[in-house]
């Protein structure tokens, strides 16, 4: 029986930060993109491996690859680890007699020079009880065909450490091993594995590697950029440290340069950078040279010039590793395809991985991606907004920062409604009719999502009715209704309930069309003066009830929740113990649920000079390939695709108990706190309210952080006792008035 445990989100702002927040972390160099003609390109080989085990650490040196692998019986349930080697241009590992045991596993794993392989090795065995276990760390070498030349027991020197495990390894022109557990040490040994000395680190490594010139050299965030630092062998510390690094999504990859320096692998991108004279230059772009970034496990500058990347793709019944040999060209010499421009904040890897097959099969049309996600957020929503206004748009516009409205009003978009009009395989009436109207104004159609997710608020139907949408009015009435101290929503402030009160709702106090903004009518001072009642901060209390006994003691009445599945519906309908009712965000019009993008909303310059080409894109997450895969999160939008989903929901899984019958197990387990619950097939009930909710959410989220900025701003003098909310609303009217009438 499957056992997935996940925490359940409680309040929508938590996913919006949330979101916000992995876009941060996943942030790329805006270098990475733009339509200008590039004079050199690296032009991919692929060659897959012949292995059907699962490939983990990876190793080049000279013209072999040295990894680890490991393969699971069936019969004994007993995992076995190895490690092979093959020669560059070979597709056949060949075993090396280094033996594994099932409880080691290897955490360090690179070659020298010379060829040796060089392991860190960790070994945990378990006894009779669960405090009384081992755990070693052993350092080993081998020459190239396996035979032991060292070894060495580091238990003592890592046991010590409140996190011993080796993430980063190095190893300098001497041969010297530097180890790390990326947190607060690095341990340099000698080619032994002998102790040399410790140097403490006082922040987060993000990677380590060697230079050309033989330094090993670490990656760090330092305040609010990344550097790089050498390490002082002679006078055992950190040495100088080296600004102007490329910018990364957190995961760099440091090898020696060519000539000078480091190669340095951003995520997007693979940099050269001069520690000289401290500056990078872009060798190639991932996506230019059609390879996910995401699947890179190793990268090695071959003696011919070429540059190996080994790629592994793993899905959930098949793994693919694959040596891929990028030759550099000049542009001149590559066949030439009419270039098509996507601009987004941050590039999503479900995106990178289309926009890659797109480039490889499309023999008229190529992506390029232009990211505009900076350090600051609001800088790069706010060139990206620049770029679109100024007439140098994106041909394809990634709309998940929020700003739909407005670039509708300014005629920046396309209507997608005749794309899909003469387009042979795609028919309007194929797709869920609210989703698409949405995004529709004045019967034109501007931004295309392929799945989604429906936000609404849910509580018992004997509180709210079984009736969808209510007025703000009504849920103060219920609050009226309920003893002192009951909580409307779990984790709620002034802040949080004025934030999701306007994400969900905004559009009510703004018409985009004429331009006209109501913040200074009673129904916008109502709604401050609801956030007003909440508490200033949310103070966690460790001995406080958790949300699920909140919930069923009749202690806390809604949950505001964002529904993707049928099974979230199970889990809530569990978590109340009694029928329940999607009544959605108070609103004056509509039920208050609202339509938001599973992961991806799309829409097309009405600028572009090759807007078939940019179709032709768009296109594929409309097709059912796309809406039946496994990628696709939420509710896909093609109808068939999600009657297939819910039924899928209603059938049944089994297995064969000890008696040789079929008995029903269940589909998952959910967990949140002291609540759990396994959830099996649904039933027609089930399906049949997700299907209401999902026919009926009439709203979008809408998330302008510009305006929310504003509105957040003035609104803390009121909730202080500075101003009043008449007075407040009339600032934020008069603001935000002026900020439309400029963004129109």
């Known amino acids: 029986m499957r056992n997935v445990y996940k925490r359940l989100m409680v309040f929508s702002m938590v996913l919006i930060v949330g979101i916000l927040m992995a876009a941060c972390g996943g942030k790329q160099d805006a270098s990475t993109s733009g339509a200008s003609t ?12 012949n292995e059907s085990s699962n490939i983990s650490n990876i190793a080049i040196s000279n013209n072999t690859i040295f990894y680890t692998g490991w393969n699971y019986d069936e019969t004994t349930q007993a995992y076995s680890s190895f490690i092979r080697t093959m020669e560059i241009g070979d597709t056949q590992g060949t075993d090396l007699p280094i033996e594994l045991s099932e409880n080691d596993s290897v955490s360090s794993f690179l070659t020298d020079s010379d060829g040796n392989l060089i392991l860190m090795i960790n070994s945990y065995v378990q006894g009779e009880t669960e405090d009384d276990f081992t755990q070693t760390y052993v350092f080993k070498k081998y020459d190239k065909e396996g035979k032991e030349l060292s070894t060495m027991d580091l238990t003592s020197l890592l046991s010590g450490e409140d996190n011993p495990y080796i993430q980063y390894t190095a190893l300098d022109n001497e041969g010297n091993v530097y180890l790390s557990n990326g947190q607060d040490k690095i ?7 002998n102790q040399l000395f410790t140097i403490d680190i006082d922040t987060y490594m993000q990677a380590m590697g060697t230079s050309k010139e033989g330094k090993v050299v670490i990656a760090t965030y330092a305040t609010d950029k990344f550097v790089f630092q050498d390490i002082d062998f002679a006078n055992k510390k950190i040495g100088t440290t080296y600004e102007n690094v490329p910018s990364s999504n957190g995961s760099y990859t440091l090898m020696k340069g ?6 340095v692998n951003t995520g997007n991108s693979l940099y050269e950078y001069d520690f000289e004279t401290q500056t990078s230059e872009e060798i190639l772009n991932w996506i230019d040279s059609d390879i996910n970034s995401d699947s890179i496990s190793a990268i090695a500058l071959l003696e011919d010039g070429r540059i190996l990347a080994v790629t592994s793709e793993y899905a959930e019944e098949t793994s693919k590793t694959e040596l891929v040999y990028l030759t550099k060209k000049a542009s001149s010499e590559v066949t030439e395809k009419t270039i098509l421009t996507l601009g987004t ?14 480039n490889k099969t499309n023999e008229t049309y190529r992506i390029r991606v232009k990211e505009y996600g900076t350090d600051d957020y609001e800088t790069g929503t706010t060139q990206l907004n620049s770029d679109i206004v100024s007439g ?35 028919k309007k009436e194929d797709f869920q009719e609210n989703v698409l109207k949405a995004y529709e104004k004045d019967g034109k159609l501007y931004a295309i999502l392929p799945s989604f997710t429906v936000v609404t608020v849910v509580g018992k139907s004997a509180d709210v009715g079984d009736k969808m949408g209510w007025k703000l009015d009504d849920l103060m009435t219920l609050v009226k209704s309920k003893p002192e101290g009951t909580e409307i929503f779990d984790y709620a402030t002034k802040d949080s309930i004025l934030s999701s009160l306007c994400m969900y709702g905004l559009d009510q106090f703004v018409d985009w069309e004429t331009g006209k903004c109501t913040f200074d009518s009673d129904s916008f001072i109502q709604m401050l003066e609801f956030a007003n009642t909440f508490n200033s901060d ?10 699920p006994n909140k919930i069923q003691s009749g202690q806390l009445l809604l949950s505001e929740e964002n529904i993707y599945d049928v099974q979230t519906y199970q889990v809530y309908e569990a978590m109340y113990g009694e029928p329940i009712t999607f009544i959605g965000y108070p609103s004056e019009t509509g039920n208050g649920s609202a339509i938001s993008s599973g992961n991806i909303i799309f829409g097309m310059s009405s600028k572009s000079k090759n807007k078939d080409g940019a179709w032709e894109f768009i296109r594929k997450f409309m097709m059912n390939d796309y809406q039946t895969s496994s990628n696709l999160w939420g509710f896909p939008i093609l109808k068939s695709a999600l009657e297939a989903k819910l039924n899928a929901a209603m059938t049944p899984e089994y297995y064969e108990d000890e008696t040789g019958k079929q008995a029903e197990q269940s589909k998952t387990s959910w967990g949140y706190d002291d609540f759990n619950v396994d959830i099996y097939a649904a039933t027609q009930e089930e399906v049949d309210a997700v299907k209401n909710l999902i026919d009926n959410a009439n709203g979008t989220y809408q998330y302008n952080s510009n305006m929310y900025s504003i509105i957040s701003e003035e609104a803390a003098a009121y909730f202080s006792g500075q101003k009043t909310s008449k007075d407040v609303a009339d600032v934020i009217q008069s603001r935000l008035q002026i900020y439309v009438n400029e963004n129109r």
């Open 258 to 263: 060519a000539d000078k320096g480091c190669l």
């Open 187 to 193: 341990w340099v040994l000698d080619t032994q594995g």
């Open 538 to 547: 949310y103070v966690y209390d460790e001995s406080a009830p958790s949300m």
């Open 345 to 358: 904040m941050y590039l999503s890897s479900d995106i990178r991985n289309s926009i890659i097959d797109f």
């Open 38 to 49: 590039k004079e050199f390109v690296y032009i991919p080989e692929y060659q897959e491996i």
């Open 392 to 426: 140098n748009a994106p041909d394809i516009i990634d709309l998940s920062n929020g700003n739909t409205e407005q670039y509708i009003e300014k005629g920046i978009l396309e209507d997608l409604y005749p794309y899909i009009d003469k387009d042979a395989d795609i």
